[in-house]
């Protein structure tokens, strides 16, 4: 009886460590299928240099705008925190808008019809946070090294594949 016990039990144990295995490799597959989804690449070009980095999108209406909008190109712009290069794409009116912001964030401005990537954020009062000069449109984020988006020249290449 004792035998029977312990035979279930590690077959028990062994169906446990099974499904456990599938769910760790579901959610590995999972992150990755979500990672290829909305991973893009921005690729900025000047006269001595080539810098590429990671974006990941936003799941929402706006990013996927964007998202079909690529492969995308311009020059670039700067303004006190960060860099933009204007496109030709016009989001409808969104409750998306914002102008609280993070270091890395990648956001749509509307009135000029720019993707801004922001490398500073200006302080408002203790506790508010950081806010853009204007509102935007969140649609992405990145981890690209701040002090190495501020050596950015105005008028270089940038291209989101």
């Known amino acids: 009886m004792l035998e029977i ?3 279930t039990l590690v077959i028990m144990i062994s169906f446990i460590v099974l499904l456990t295995n599938r769910r760790k490799k579901a959610a590995v597959f999972h992150q990755e299928a979500y990672s290829s989804l909305f ?11 080539s810098l590429e980095f990671p974006v990941i999108l936003s799941n929402n209406s706006s990013a996927s705008i964007i998202k ?13 925190e960060g860099i933009y290069f204007s496109t030709n794409i016009t989001i409808p009116r969104s409750n998306d808008r914002s102008s609280d912001i993070v270091v890395g964030d ?8 720019a993707i801004c990537i922001f490398y500073d954020t200006r302080p408002t009062a203790e506790n508010e946070g950081s806010k853009a000069e204007s509102s935007v449109i969140k649609i ?3 981890s690209a090294k701040p002090e190495l988006l501020k050596k950015i020249a ?8």
Do not use: C, Q
């Open 68 to 80: 079909k909008s690529l492969p995308m190109t311009g020059k670039i712009n700067k303004w006190s």
């Open 39 to 49: 991973k893009r690449h921005i690729l900025i070009t000047g006269e001595n240099y």
């Open 154 to 161: 105005i008028g270089d290449k940038i291209e989101i594949l």
């Open 140 to 142: 992405g984020h990145t």
């Open 106 to 113: 990648v956001a749509y401005w509307p009135e000029n019809k």
């Open 5 to 7: 016990f312990l035979l």
